[in-house]
């Protein structure tokens, strides 16, 4: 079976020092990696997705993900912390099925 | 123009009452999905659909089913409405050309007391 793991209910950083949010994932066969964001009274937008090729993904706004087969792993990562990257950020695996397997999610709160 | 819609953004409502969530998209996708956030808990997936002839139960369908209505319509209800069904709700889109990335109404938050 498909799972999400996300171990940090909440990360906290200074603004300006890197960022890391975890996900480790399980599923058969080749995984499809997504990463989403969510401000408040918002919808979940999308930030970055690995599929295959260069495990170093790039995504919107400065973020980028490291996929790591071995370790089962695909880390949000930005070497730069803003106020404004507060927020809910979910990982999502699939098997290529067209169905998403979310993690709980890990609230990232960024101090000035 | 936002790409998927969801009406009511907002809904009250009382146990017992049969509630309808609506779902519209402009992306001209055929894999239309619902789901429900709670807190800590991420999002669950209710029902999906690959195209109009096609209805999917997901992780958590019981107490609820869904109208494939055409293309860009997708609905949700909820029969006869309980307070733990209390959550956040999104319709999302898919392409399964763009390897199973998903795009998201703004959420319909519903209440039930």
């Known amino acids: 079976a498909q799972s999400v793991a996300q171990p940090e209910d909440q990360v906290n950083v200074a603004e300006g020092n890197p960022l890391t949010v975890k996900c480790t994932y399980s599923v058969s066969g080749n995984p499809y990696l997504f990463w989403y964001v969510q401000y408040p009274n918002r919808g979940l937008q999308f930030l970055l997705k690995?599929?295959?090729?260069?495990?170093l993904v790039k995504g919107s706004y400065g973020f980028e993900a490291e996929f790591n087969k071995s370790q089962t792993s695909f880390h949000l990562k930005k070497p730069s912390a803003l106020v404004s990257d507060s927020a809910l950020y979910f990982c999502?695996?699939?098997?290529?099925?067209?169905?998403?397997?979310f993690g709980q999610g890990t609230t990232l709160q960024v101090k000035p | 123009d936002a790409d998927v819609t969801q009406t009511p953004r907002n809904r009250i409502t009382k146990t017992g009452k049969r509630i309808m969530l609506e779902c519209s998209q402009t992306?001209?996708?055929?894999?239309m999905y619902w789901y429900r956030q709670d807190p800590g808990l991420g999002l669950r997936l209710i029902y999906y659909?690959?195209?109009?002839?096609?209805?999917n139960k997901g992780e958590i369908s019981d107490g609820y089913s869904v109208s494939r209505q055409a293309q860009a319509k997708f609905s949700l209800s909820l029969e006869s409405a309980i307070p733990n069904q209390t959550a956040l709700y999104f319709c999302?889109?898919?392409?399964?050309?763009?390897?199973?990335?998903?795009?998201f109404g703004p959420g319909t938050r519903l209440t039930v007391l």
């Open positions: 999302a889109t898919s392409d399964p050309w763009r390897g199973d990335e998903q795009f």
């Open positions: 992306k001209g996708h055929d894999r």
């Open positions: 659909s690959f195209d109009v002839k096609d209805i």
């Open positions: 690995y599929i295959t090729g260069d495990n």
């Open positions: 999502a695996v699939s098997g290529g099925s067209g169905k998403l397997i």
